[in-house]
């Protein structure tokens, strides 16, 4: 290994312990701000010691640390917090300032919880278990050589612990075993546990009994993906796994003693079939051997994280969904948005590495009841999807989903990357699921070309005082080195890869660890419609309903009639879900269209509908294609037209938008000179919400 390589691995050992933490270097621009605490919590054992963090110290102040249980945690002038006894405990931080410091100011409390040490299971990672979107600027680490180091017998480094209920991808440690014997070797088959490659700390406690020092051999070896681009899509023809190995090292094992050492491996993206191997001639015991899994030195994973918060909203309705959850009851998370949310991208193999079953999976085990089997999850998301077309689909993606009559518990949007002047239809799905019950967190996906609509679309979450998430924002806050973070986080055309989906999830469980940890406040949404919308149009789509081609318009009172006329074919070339739907895989977008085929004739598509508004989401496909034109009682209103460059994505055109409900008379026909042209309408919307 190149020295720059070993200074950074070392670099690496001496600042980490037994879980991720934070370290924090002051800098000239810091001066200036106001200090904070940089911890927040601290999982501690007994007789072991962490340090509190303070960001922005100032050399004029001083810092005062007491705990609330000397008998669980004891705290010293400096903030090193040891853990006495098993318990929890709270140490208050203060700032003294000005002539003898009689200016005070509470910088917060810390939550401090004392384990005992001894830890007796032994676990094993599973093969699709997630661990840590690792980074590293070294992507081709096959030659290199683990650093060994010999373990400090003082106490671990104090590094900020890890949150109690949930554990962040970045902090996460597998103990693969502990207290087992083996005899000359023992070997560790860790699947895909280092699937998102970077750093990987190996610590391992060894002790033998030969009565002589032995010399030990660690090494490790696996496999990684290596695979060519074609755009963002995976060329899967050119698909191979390349071998990756470190060379083995040598270190002595004295007899009748435990000795720790620390290996730091550097690990290529989607490696697979991990393993470690410790090589020790004669009978030995492996007490304590824990995988370690490094963020991006560059990148600041963790602070990245704490800052991707955008707002705190009113936490009631999500509170609720927590406390659900740990009691037993079934709750539902549901994701509605674009090809992110959908999961493009999201791995080379699985479509669960998605940020949206990734976060639904991290909160089934923080917060669900036993297996967590209780908790349900809906992935809603579509790519190319805007808010127009996400709240046609709302009706059928989401709501149709649940049981008859039930909505989800927490609905996530993200539409702020597809949409154009989309911001009524925005506005008009959180307020039809908050009218309907559901908590409603807004989600600004990862995206490098800018923040796309989140200036905008957060203004509107205010208004509703909701929860809103913006990994962006984080990595705008936090991240040093751009370069860096797009190599990591993101496939070529802006979308992320699973580095970028598992940080996205670790941003949601990051807002959920806030919301547990806060005290309950009251419901601020007890009548939606006495909330003025932000945009014009915004309350214009409440509570729409989608229309297809199977529709049973007898369960629909405001359908009057419908005859699909010359619109009764079907369309199968069109995109298909990248996830599986209603036990579908490859389910193609909207199975149910009415299609106009070219020996269709010239009937027209005709319904009579009461409504306040009505959107038409027809099949873009360019070539070929005919236009259509469509009449709202007996008068042209719009032309629905193909453009070259269509990838049979879905187009949405308003119709009829108001405030008052009407009878409607409308009628779709193919264009004169097309009518022997194919033309695909997908779906219909309307909304019979008086205003």
Not at 67 to 74: H, I, L
Not at 160 to 188: C, H, I, N, W
Request: hydrophobic share 35%; net charge neutral; aromatic share 8%.
């Amino acid at each position: 290994m190149r020295l720059n390589k070993i200074k950074k691995a070392l670099c690496y050992v001496l600042s980490s312990a037994m879980v991720i933490g934070t370290l924090y270097v002051s800098t000239p621009a810091d001066a200036a701000k106001k200090a904070k605490l940089g911890t927040k919590r601290i999982n501690v054992n007994v007789k072991r010691s962490k340090t509190i963090v303070i960001k922005n110290k100032s050399s004029k102040c001083k810092y005062t640390f007491k705990s609330s249980k000397k008998a669980v945690a004891k705290v010293t002038k400096k903030g090193k917090v040891t853990g006495v006894k098993k318990g929890t405990a709270k140490i208050t931080v203060k700032e003294l300032s000005g002539k003898k410091f009689k200016k005070s100011r509470k910088l917060g409390v810390v939550k401090v919880k004392v384990n005992n040490n001894a830890a007796k299971t032994t676990t094993a990672p599973v093969a699709n278990q997630t661990q840590a979107p690792v980074i590293s600027q070294t992507q081709a680490p096959a030659s290199s050589t683990p650093v060994i180091t010999a373990a400090p017998t003082e106490a671990p480094v104090e590094t900020e612990q890890p949150k109690e209920t949930m554990t962040p991808a970045y902090e996460k440690t597998s103990l693969v075993s502990t207290g087992t014997e083996y005899t000359d070797s023992a070997r560790f088959e860790l699947g895909e546990a280092m699937i998102y490659g970077g750093l990987c700390d190996v610590t391992l406690s060894v002790k033998q009994e030969s009565g002589s020092t032995k010399k030990a051999n660690l090494s490790y070896d696996g496999t990684y993906l290596s695979f060519k681009l074609n755009g963002a899509y995976i060329d899967k023809s050119s698909m191979n796994y390349d071998t990756v190995s470190g060379d083995s090292v040598e270190f002595d094992v004295e007899s009748g003693k435990t000795v720790e050492y620390t290996a730091t491996f550097e690990v290529p993206k989607y490696s697979s079939d991990f393993n470690i191997a410790l090589d020790l001639e004669g009978k030995f015991t492996i007490e304590k051997f824990e995988i370690n899994t490094k963020p991006c030195e560059s990148a600041e994973y963790s602070n990245m994280v704490d800052n991707s918060l955008l707002a705190n909203g009113n936490n009631a309705r999500i509170k609720k969904a927590i406390e659900k959850a740990k009691a037993g009851e079934d709750v539902t998370l549901a994701y509605l948005g674009g090809s992110i949310t959908e999961g493009f991208a999201a791995s080379e193999t699985k479509n669960s590495d998605c940020y949206a079953e990734t976060s639904y999976n991290e909160f089934k085990q923080a917060f669900g009841k036993g297996d967590g089997s209780n908790v349900h999850f809906i992935n809603a998301g579509m790519s190319g999807t805007p808010s127009s077309l996400g709240i046609i689909r709302y009706q059928r993606d989401v709501l149709d989903q649940m049981k008859f009559g039930e909505v989800p518990d927490i609905l996530f949007i993200d539409f702020a990357v597809n949409d154009g002047n989309d911001g009524e239809t925005y506005e008009s799905i959180i307020r039809t699921a908050l009218e309907q019950g559901s908590a409603v967190v807004l989600m600004f996906v990862l995206y490098t070309k800018g923040c796309a609509h989140e200036n905008d679309y957060s203004v509107i979450g205010k208004n509703y005082d909701l929860y809103m998430v913006s990994p962006g924002q984080g990595q705008r806050k936090a991240c040093t080195n751009k370069d860096a973070f797009d190599e990591w986080f993101y496939w070529t055309d802006g979308h992320p890869d699973v580095g970028g989906h598992r940080y996205m999830a670790d941003c949601i469980m990051n807002m959920f660890k806030t919301v547990d940890d806060e005290a309950e406040e009251t419901d601020n949404i007890t009548d939606v419609n006495s909330i003025k919308p932000s945009n014009q149009k915004g309350d214009f789509y409440v509570g729409m309903k989608t229309l297809e081609a199977t529709t049973d318009i007898s369960k629909h009172e405001a359908v009057k009639s419908l005859n699909p006329g010359g619109f009764s074919g079907n369309d199968d070339s069109q995109p298909s879900l990248q996830y599986k739907k209603d036990g579908i895989d490859g389910m193609k977008w909207f199975p149910n269209e009415w299609a106009h085929t070219s020996s269709s004739g010239d009937e027209s598509f005709t319904m009579t509908v009461s409504c306040n508004s009505l959107m038409i989401a027809y099949k873009q496909a360019g070539s070929g294609f005919g236009k259509a034109e469509v009449y709202v009682d007996d008068k042209l209103v719009k032309t629905l037209s193909n453009v070259t460059g269509g990838w049979n994505n879905a187009v949405i055109e308003k119709i009829i938008a108001g405030k008052t409900v009407a009878e409607h008379k409308v009628e779709i026909k193919m264009a004169a000179g097309d009518e022997n042209k194919p033309f695909t309408i997908y779906a219909i919307g309307y909304t019979d919400h008086e205003k």
